[in-house]
């Protein structure tokens, strides 16, 4: 069955950079029209989309964060890494990363990660 | 952030119907297919509804999903209290080279 697990820090200091790693099974990153994607959620709010990388090293990033975001796969050890830049304590959020196909649905999902930002 | 809006807040009393709306525009909801999310208390969210009405294996028929033109919705009939939850609807938006967007999330309270 498809699992993804994130894992990274649970705090980072303002302006520090952010690299959150997406460890999955069940499911190829070689394989055509799969996809790993990254939602954060801050606390009490809404779900906001942040990046996603598919098989073939497609990359689409959210519009408002284009500049600050990085998204690479490394298929032989099944994993998504991301990297957000000049981290605020704005970001503060659950990270999560999750499965998709052929641009539909993000039909599986990690537990998500707490990134707090604070000095 | 949120692209697509849907109401803060819904509820019922058990059995009842409950509706959520979902309103876009045409680069998303208009173009593409919605899906829906249920995101129970303190969890990672679920899928719940794909390609507008379509369920995925084990999630109850009383969850039904809909859409029309740059809005969909999203029904739960026979509302239990275990349905009480955040549900977001999604969609991916055409513009900008493609980005998947989420709703403003609507809060389901089961009386």
């Known amino acids: 069955q498809i699992t993804l697990k994130e894992s990274g820090p649970t705090l980072v200091k303002p302006t520090q950079t952010l690299t959150l790693t997406c460890t999955f099974s069940?499911?190829?990153?070689?394989?055509?029209?799969?996809?790993v994607g990254w939602i954060r959620q801050p606390p009490g709010k809404a779900l906001e989309w942040l990046a996603l990388?598919?098989?073939?090293?497609?990359?689409r990033y959210s519009p408002s964060l284009k500049s600050r975001l990085t998204i690479t796969k490394d298929t032989s050890k099944n994993q998504v890494v991301l990297t957000m830049t000049n981290m605020d304590p704005v970001d503060t959020a659950t990270y999560y990363c999750a499965h998709t196909e052929e641009m539909a649905e993000l039909d599986y999902w990690g537990q998500g990660t707490l990134v707090t930002v604070s000095s | 952030q949120s692209v697509l809006t849907q109401p803060p807040s819904a509820s019922g009393t058990p059995g009842q119907r409950v509706t959520i709306s979902c309103s876009g525009s045409?680069?998303?909801?208009?173009?593409?297919?919605v899906n829906w999310y249920q995101q129970l208390p303190g969890t990672a969210p679920k899928l719940l509804i794909y390609?507008?009405?379509q369920r995925p294996s084990g999630v109850p028929d009383r969850f039904s999903g809909s859409k029309s033109g740059t809005s969909a919705s999203l029904a739960i009939s026979g509302l239990q209290s275990e349905d009480e939850a955040d549900y977001y609807c999604?969609?991916?938006?055409?513009?900008?080279?493609?980005?998947?967007?989420f709703g403003t999330g609507t809060k389901v309270t089961v009386l």
């Open positions: 999604a969609a991916w938006d055409d513009s900008l080279n493609g980005l998947y967007v």
């Open positions: 390609s507008n009405n």
């Open positions: 990388i598919y098989w073939d090293d497609d990359k």
């Open positions: 069940g499911f190829s990153l070689s394989t055509s029209g799969v996809g």
């Open positions: 045409s680069s998303n909801i208009g173009s593409n297919t």
